[in-house]
């Protein structure tokens, strides 16, 4: 497997237009989450899916983040609209806790500026 | 989930072992131990967990205090690849419950 994917790796935006973050988790992987990385505020999860289904959105920020994942294999992160503040870089990780196996793998990260 | 604390940053001698602390004085019974560390610019990745007993892989070595209230994870043979972030998790082993929460984690520089 090629390990979680996400895409793009880079995106500059400017403020106020949308953003659309993607990750494809590994395969057959029951647990997703996403996460925000900043120097001030750590890593910080977002939300998280257990079979697609949303579980905790506790972390998102505002309104303005969305998250969805349509089937197992797909999974997005919706910001809009943007704002400077939102420069970040987003990770997305997945999980097989399903099967008592506890790892969590997580993508290479998008890194994102708002300008 | 209980929450961990960890120094900030701490050097090692590259060859020499390396031994990151980290304290769990209010872990639950239920409650395991997880370290990911976080290389420069990389996703975090998956090291080594336990509950109570002290548990060894390829990576590391983590060991856990009887009273389970601290922890300490091993690199045996530090080389200049393990200069990266490391973070101590505590997080329930069930599927219910699978978020991992990260703290600020410890800085470790491996010197030459």
């Known amino acids: 497997d090629a390990g979680v994917i996400q895409s793009p790796r880079h995106e500059v935006t400017e403020m106020g237009q949308e953003v659309t973050l993607r990750c494809k988790p590994i395969s057959g992987h029951d647990y997703l989450f996403w996460y925000r990385q900043t120097m001030m505020r750590g890593l910080e999860l977002l939300i998280y899916?257990?079979?697609?289904?949303?579980i905790d959105d506790s972390g998102m920020p505002e309104d303005r983040f969305s998250a969805k994942m349509p089937n197992a294999s797909f999974s997005t992160l919706k910001i809009q609209p943007s704002e400077p503040r939102d420069s970040a870089v987003y990770f997305c990780?997945?999980?097989?806790w399903g099967r008592g196996i506890t790892e969590a793998f997580f993508g290479q990260g998008t890194r994102l500026t708002v300008v | 989930d209980a929450k961990t604390t960890q120094p900030t940053s701490m050097d090692c001698a590259e060859g020499r072992a390396a031994n990151l602390p980290c304290n769990h004085s209010t872990i639950s019974g239920n409650e395991y131990v997880y370290w990911y560390r976080q290389i420069h610019s990389q996703g975090p990745q998956y090291i080594i967990h336990g509950l109570k007993n002290n548990e060894t892989n390829e990576m590391a070595s983590l060991i856990i205090t009887e009273d389970r209230k601290s922890s300490t994870l091993i690199l045996p043979h530090a080389t200049l690849r393990d200069t990266a972030v490391y973070y101590c998790i505590v997080r329930f082993g069930s599927s219910n419950t699978g978020k991992l929460i990260f703290g600020q984690g410890t800085t470790l520089q491996v010197k030459p």
């Open positions: 990780a997945s999980s097989e």
């Open positions: 899916f257990n079979n697609n289904v949303p």
